[in-house]
């Protein structure tokens, strides 16, 4: 079975701060990785994703997430919090051997606020 | 990229009533789909999985004659809740899959805000 968990369900920065979000993830299974961002009353728009090949992914909208498998850890960075980054951000876990994508287990999520 | 759309995105009912619930995968035909439901300040909960012209697989604990699925076609999946209660009020958000041809990835779409009276 895969799980996800978020610690941290809110997190607050400063604007011009380092945003870290943490997400560790549990896998029998060689697991892809995703983080996701959720706007108020929106769908999940796809921050970036790690699918066995660079351990350090660069996302959308200067995001990035190391894959630490000792750690069992996906934490998701920005060197510099925006005000447009204030959202639910949500990491989740899919089986690789399924193709990956398919039927992704979702952490609890963790809202970030920045402030001026 | 691929655009996912969900309709209607804000609908109310009377308790006892059905909903339905359509996703539409635009430019891409989705082999499969997934419907997740989402309560306040909670993260998403798979409720089935959607394969074109077979029957959904439902999540343990999901109720399949409550939460009806249908996948007529490679570009729609509908969602009907039927005899609504308050407690089936939710955000109800679909996902589709474009397969190999997309790289496998989900495209999510905006979800559907569910207010039963």
């Known amino acids: 079975a895969q799980s996800v968990t978020q610690l941290g369900s809110h997190v607050s920065v400063s604007e011009g701060a380092l945003v870290l979000l943490r997400c560790n993830y549990s896998?029998?299974?060689?697991?892809?990785l995703f983080w996701y961002v959720q706007y108020p009353n929106q769908g999940l728009q796809l921050l970036l994703k790690y699918t066995s090949a660079a351990t350090l992914v660069k996302g959308i909208n200067g995001f990035e997430a190391e894959f630490k498998k000792s750690e069992t850890s996906f934490h998701l960075t920005k060197p510099s919090a925006h005000m447009r980054d204030a959202a639910e951000y949500f990491c989740a876990v899919s089986d690789a051997s399924s193709g990956g994508y398919n039927k992704l287990i979702f952490g609890a999520g963790t809202r970030l606020a920045v402030h001026p | 990229g691929a655009v996912v759309s969900q309709h209607p995105s804000w609908v109310i009912c009377k308790s006892g009533t059905s909903v339905k619930i359509e996703c539409r995968s635009l430019d891409f035909q989705a082999t499969t789909m997934f419907w997740y439901r989402q309560f306040p300040k909670q993260s998403l909960m798979l409720m089935a999985t959607s394969n074109e012209g077979s029957k959904a697989t439902y999540e343990q604990g999901v109720e399949k004659d409550k939460f009806l699925i249908n996948h007529a076609s490679l570009t729609l999946s509908t969602l009907t809740v039927t005899s609504a209660h308050p407690e089936d009020s939710s955000f109800y958000i679909c996902s589709a899959s474009g397969g190999a041809i997309l790289g496998g990835e989900l495209f999510f779409g905006e979800g559907s805000r569910l207010t039963v009276l």
């Open positions: 896998s029998s299974v060689p697991p892809y």
